[in-house]
């Protein structure tokens, strides 16, 4: 079955589910999205992974990461390998340098996991037809429609929608948590960010940072 190559094209709170985000996937060799509803746990890790922040202590992603190097066995590829009743299933194919397997899990645990040993994410044209959406210009505000996934999911009791279909993509709404503060002042608030594990708003004083430094 022929893959289909995908990037990271945006990540951002849901509007309709409090405590999910929207992961945005486009075709990178076509004009097609995919939108995957996350929780806010998978979404921290996927975000602190894109902005190349260093958490104080691993989470479960990097303890992964950490065990599969400690074993030599290495992660080879993401495959968004299936959609039923509106539930994304993915495979993490990995290999120990004689046999490669595959390792059943949700998309946002593979993509957290994929990044981190910086593979590439695929999917299959029967995922994107059914659950890719083309953007138009005409599309300034659109709606989205999410379907339930996992139910088990133990990390956050508000995930119970998590790795549903969204049709549309959520956009986020700017914040700046840095304000006109002085460069001094934005290196401390970056270092309680990370004291405190609060990368998102980490994330946002560093790119302050490197904006007033560019």
Same mark, same amino acid.
Not at 34 to 62: C, V, W, Y
């Given at each position: ?21 929207? @992961? ?9 999205? @995919? ?87 695929? &999917? ?10 083309? @953007? &138009? ?19 956050? &009791? ?28 934005? &290196? ?27």
């Amino acid at each position: 079955m022929k893959k289909i190559p995908l990037e990271i094209l945006g990540l951002s709170s849901s509007q309709s589910q409090s405590g999910s985000f929207a @992961l945005i996937l486009g075709e990178k060799h076509g004009n097609r999205r @995919l939108p995957i509803i996350i929780g806010m746990f998978e979404a921290q890790s996927i975000a602190i992974q894109i902005e190349k922040i260093s958490p104080n202590r691993p989470l479960t992603h990097d303890l992964f990461k950490s065990f599969a190097e400690h074993v030599h066995v290495a992660i080879v590829e993401v495959v968004i390998s299936d959609l039923k009743e509106g539930v994304f299933y993915s495979r993490i194919v990995c290999s120990d340098g004689a046999t490669t397997f595959d390792i059943d899990a949700r998309p946002s645990d593979a993509i957290a996991i994929g990044l981190r040993f910086e593979v590439p994410i695929f &999917t299959v044209e029967s995922v994107l037809s059914e659950a890719g959406i083309i @953007l &138009t210009d005409e599309e300034t505000d659109p709606d989205t429609d999410e379907d339930q996934d996992d139910e088990d999911d133990t990390d956050d &009791t508000d995930d119970q929608d998590d790795d549903t279909a969204a049709r549309r993509p959520v956009r986020p709404e700017p914040r700046d948590p840095s304000g006109q503060v002085s460069l001094d002042e934005l &290196t401390k608030m970056l270092a309680q960010a990370l004291e405190k594990e609060d990368y998102e708003k980490a994330a946002k004083i560093r790119d302050e940072l490197n904006k007033r430094n560019g």
